[in-house]
């Protein structure tokens, strides 16, 4: 009879908890109140309950009997951590504890107690596990080694079928290369158990990630081996094989250091911004390559002698050998198809392989057929190095061999090898993410495939990356575990050491299958499943890379597709008009308050003022089109029509700017100056990219461009240039008439007072506007004292003022002399009365939200300030502050209603007033605000 540590007895032969039960147990025991008296409840695992806390705290409970107590190994870099979990569905129980350690809840309730109870038992499943745990460790590791059987037999049997189909065409099967298709295969093997051995190992967020090699790099090998071939010479064999092994392991090099750059820089990111469609025209080219390999395979006809040409075709597609060697391939990857078009299951694909061999020997049994004449005519392998062992590939490096003028020729080839391979990761990894609902880090990933390429290249073997279908496959069947990872290496390597005899019994029509399928499914994948998914030129593009990778090279196909794209990008980017609105300055005013005949003015001549706001990137194919559009304003009917004095370039919304949307500009600029009018930039900072362009073309520095931080500002300050005029135009002292923003330039100034058309037309607009409401007062209103005449000038515009009935609003009014920067309110204040503005200027800013910018409103002598808080009761709505010395009129509302009190009919007066201006304020700043849109 064997006891536990509570003395209780249990029957000999039945498991009592494991060691790590009976530390937590011990651990709970020591915590709870009068634990040296009481003794603990019997353990038993893993049907039981671990030990209760008699005041019923704390209470560790197994949800059933699959549970299982084991070890679990987590790789970070190169240090590992050692964790204890329960594993009840997927929940571990050091995330309960954690989770109760943070009082989250969990196992512990979330009390100071119990957290320093999961603070204590945290600590102690952080240590080194104990010696006499490791034989529970083994059992639990043993119980997840069986339960990863069925995941290990069906990645083993897709590396068999995958290191067939690709390890027998790495090399060409032609000239010097015949007969290597066995080497191909133990290369492939190599490769695919260092990547496994990376990924199992922690280097993969995906616990039962599966690597292998890239069947993509197949078609860019058969350039490197025949153009090495070629400038060799084939009588020269042990050279050109030297040479070919040495580039086919300098490729996975190269391959690795761009993806740990990738990684280790962070910039995984950036293979996203590469267009989409050019990738899946060469995925369709591969496909292409792969279909016609398949012919190849299965009638033993060299991949370099079928040119299209009809002789090619001919023997291919007209030799009755031939089509029964490759019919019945192609026939069972068609019916392949159909099956899984119809059924779902991953087991149908591996299940399928193993039947046609078995079926094919049941024939070759029951009519009697002769091995050797099969092998002969094209129905078996002939493996003549079937006997050599698996590290053969090894005595192929003979760098003393090696035509170095020959390797370094490839150059241009392996850098097309290298920007081919490094776009699957970034793309495969984030989809296996989501299939899987497995949050992972792409530039990990990126790492780890730096890792396993650059240690495939120096053990002299073909690039590999992690395999998007095998992982998927591997994790349905329950290759959850990294145990099951070192399971699948562990597999692939015993498939190495057999070597490849084996492959002399496997019949061609197999591999031929396994080679449409593949061939077939890229070419569906880049023609038929992107049919309604991109648009007509993208699909031109797709087609016209498989074209060009199938008649003529690879590599060119791949500079192909890329120069295609940019011709396409631009045709498609000169198609968006980079003008968003073209409209002239009376449609939109600045967010300056202004008497009412003075706005009328404005409104009238700013006519004079084409705005053109454009948006995007500017570059010579859509800088045309705004230039074209600007010189129909300056030239012809239209300017006949309607004289231009300002252009205002809003490039608020402009990303940038290149050299010949620069030039252009400044072409532009010439031909506004030629016609005396001003351009006004603004929306950008002289820091800023676009900044940056304009100055160094100089434009920035032309007398006669005038810049501005903000759209407003430039209305502003043109709005300001009319008005100035037209006062100088009357002799009006200017001084008198105070305008916020900065002075304009004496160019300006001189081009404003001289007599031409456009000025012809400021004056009549002014007499038609300002003079009319500014005719000169009798003697009566002359003399009056301030504040009338500026109620006359804030007023007049909206309805009579007479001195007499507003005598009672003027008592009520009382002068303030704030000086410069006081902030007479703030947003959220309470309000204490509206302001008349006498003389200087007033700022208000207003803050619509947390994360909008602000929008700013001045207020010029004759107008009002803070009038719809006052008259609402509300608070107020903007900050306000004097932005130059200002002499103000305040209405406090402790007068206003005394007013309405004591002069109601006065009062209702004034209030509608207030309001046709508010009307008319408010209008103008809420057409501001939507011209940011």
Known sequence: MGTTPSGAATPRGRQGPSGLSLLLARQVQDESPGSSSTPTPTLEYPNGRLPTDPAGDVSLEHPSARSALSPVRSFAGAAQVDRVSVHSETTPLLVDLEAAHHGNGGLFHPSSKGKERASRLLSLLRRPPAPHLSLHAAKDTAVIAVQSLPAVLLGTLLNILDGVSYGMIIFPAAGVFVGLGGTGVSMFFVSAIIAQLIYSAGGSGFAGANGSMMIEVVPFFHILANSIAEDIGEDNPRAVLATTILAFAFSSILTGLMFFLLGALRLGSLIGFFPRHILVGCIGGVGVFLVITGF??????????????????????????????????????????????????????????????????????????????????????????????????????????????????????????????????????????????????????????????????????????????????????????????????????????????????????????????????????????????????????????????????????????????????????????????????????????????????????????????????????????????????????????????????????????????????????????????????????????????????ELLDTEGVELFATFNDALEWTENVYLRTWFSSQKTETQAVVLPGREASSLVFEEAVAATPRNLQLVEAGWRTIARDHSPPDDEVAEAPEPYNTLVKVFSSYGPVDRDGFAPLIQCLERVCPAEGTVLWRQDDESDGLYIVESGVLRATYQFGEHTRPTEESMVPGTLAGELSTLSGLSRNATCVVERQAVLWKLSTEHLRRLEEGEPKLAREFTRLVLKAAKLDYDTLIAALATRQ
């Open 296 to 697: 190849t395979v299965s009638t033993g006809m060299p991949e370099e002698d079928f040119d299209f040409s009809l002789e090619a075709l001919t023997y291919v597609f007209l030799t009755i050998r031939n089509v029964l060697l490759w019919a019945p391939a192609l026939a069972l990857a068609v019916v392949l198809r159909l099956i899984t078009h119809k059924y779902e299951h991953q087991l149908i694909f591996p299940m399928y392989f193993l039947a046609v061999p078995v079926i094919f020997y049941i024939v070759v049994a029951a009519a009697h057929l002769n091995m050797g004449a099969l092998r002969d005519n094209g129905w078996l392998f002939d493996m003549g190095t079937s006997r050599e062992p698996w590290y053969h590939f090894y005595t192929l490096f003979d760098f003393r061999a090696v035509q170095w003028d020959a390797f370094w020729a490839t150059l241009p080839t392996q850098l097309a090898l290298l920007f081919f391979n490094i776009l699957h990761p970034p793309l495969n990894v984030p989809a296996l993410a989501v299939s899987l609902d497995h949050d992972v880090d792409t530039n990990k990933e990126l790492v780890a495939h730096g890792y396993s390429n650059f240690l495939a290249g120096a053990l002299g073997t073909v690039p590999n990356y992690l395999v998007y279908v095998n992982t998927l496959l591997f994790y349905r069947v329950g290759g959850t575990t990294r145990v099951s990872g070192f399971m699948l290496a562990a597999a692939t390597a015993v498939l190495l050491l057999i070597g490849t005899g084996p492959i002399s019994y496997i019949p061609v029509m197999v591999v031929g299958a396994l080679i449409f399928v593949l061939g077939i499914d890229l070419v569906k994948e880049a023609l038929w499943d992107t049919r309604h998914r991109v648009s007509r030129m993208e699909y031109i593009t797709i087609a016209s890379i498989m074209i060009c990778m199938t008649v003529w090279d690879f590599v060119i196909g791949v500079i192909f597709g890329i120069v295609v794209s940019c011709v396409f990008f631009v045709v498609q980017s000169s198609q968006r008009k980079s003008i968003r609105t073209l409209h002239t300055g009376e449609t939109v005013m600045s967010t300056v308050r202004r008497p009412g005949a003075h706005r009328a003015y404005i409104r009238e001549v700013s006519r004079q003022t084409s705005i053109v706001r454009l948006q995007g990137f500017l570059f010579f194919g859509t800088i045309t089109h705004v230039e074209e559009t600007i010189r129909t304003l300056v030239e012809g009917p239209a300017w006949q029509r309607n004289p231009v004095r300002f252009l205002i370039l809003d490039l608020s919304l402009v990303a940038g700017v290149d050299m010949s949307a620069a030039e252009a500009l400044v072409r532009v600029q010439r031909l506004l100056a030629s016609r005396r009018v001003v351009l006004v930039l603004c929306g950008f900072s002289l820091e800023s990219n676009v900044g940056r362009s304009l100055r160094n073309v």
